[in-house]
């Protein structure tokens, strides 16, 4: 079962920037065994059936993970009733979507961004922006009547990722005395190049880029824009790419 279990954990890990957990508890063998395999396991509950469940996450994603009675295999899945309806979602959203949540928006928050927007608009997003990326400028523009509309506030946090030209640019951004309007003029002016990159770019401001960009990495993401917004239900939720039409009532609400 073990061999089965690391076939499935094959797929959800194959992107790069997994954090892998902290010491071991004193986990069963098969649980043991799925950490060292780079999942993180956030609590426990208890499962129909006989079974021990372990809420843990891995690549961002919550991960239910089901221990036989003998304490010998470890099922990774989702446990479904008999009218087919999820045992997995309650113990997964409270053990770990939850905290997960709060624990990013506070890694966001603390992140060197750029404001557009109101700060008092009730609702606010995060992207990680390149600004010679130009589905971040279609973001830009697609997001304009919210945020001009005061329902919005987007916060770019600032990466220079995409070419040479590109944290020359941000740190320019940055740097700026008005970086909000820095940030508009480019984002208006981005077909012909927009802001001229810095030469230099000062410790402070590369330190600034360095750790927006492994923050970027580690929440799973190497292409910009990727956006983070609060669903309905307060759960956090990633966007990666220009967000299509439907998706940006989702990820703005209403119009």
């Not at 984002?187 to 000062?202: C, D, N, W």
Request: charged share 20%.
């Amino acid at each position: 079962m073990i061999k089965k279990s690391r076939l499935l954990l094959a797929i959800v890990l194959a992107s790069p920037g997994i954090v892998l957990a902290q010491a071991a508890k004193n986990w069963p063998a098969p649980i043991k065994a799925l950490e060292a395999q780079g999942v993180e396991v956030m609590g426990t509950f208890d499962a129909p059936g006989g079974l021990k469940g372990y809420a843990a996450m891995a690549q961002q994603r919550p991960l239910a993970i089901y221990l036989t009675a003998d304490g010998k295999q470890a099922i990774v899945g989702t446990m479904v009733d008999a009218k087919g309806d999820s045992l997995s979602q309650e113990p997964l959203d409270r053990l770990v979507s939850k905290p997960m949540t709060l624990k990013t928006w506070n890694q966001l928050e603390k992140s060197s961004w750029i404001a557009d927007g109101s700060k008092n608009a009730p609702r606010v997003i995060y992207t990680f922006t390149d600004p010679n990326c130009p589905y971040c400028n279609k973001f830009w523009n697609d997001a304009q009547p919210w945020v001009k509309a005061g329902k919005v506030q987007v916060r770019h946090v600032l990466v220079g990722i995409l070419m040479d030209s590109s944290a020359g640019k941000a740190a320019a951004l940055l740097s700026a005395a008005d970086p909000q309007a820095a940030l508009a003029q480019h984002e208006q002016q981005h077909a012909s190049g927009g802001v001229k990159p810095l030469e230099q770019i000062s410790v402070k401001v590369r330190a600034q880029l360095d750790a927006n960009e492994a923050l970027m990495q580690q929440l799973g993401s190497s292409a910009t824009p990727t956006t983070f917004y609060k669903d309905a239900s307060g759960k956090l939720q990633m966007v990666q790419g220009a967000p299509s039409a439907e998706m940006l009532l989702k990820v703005l609400g209403p119009r």
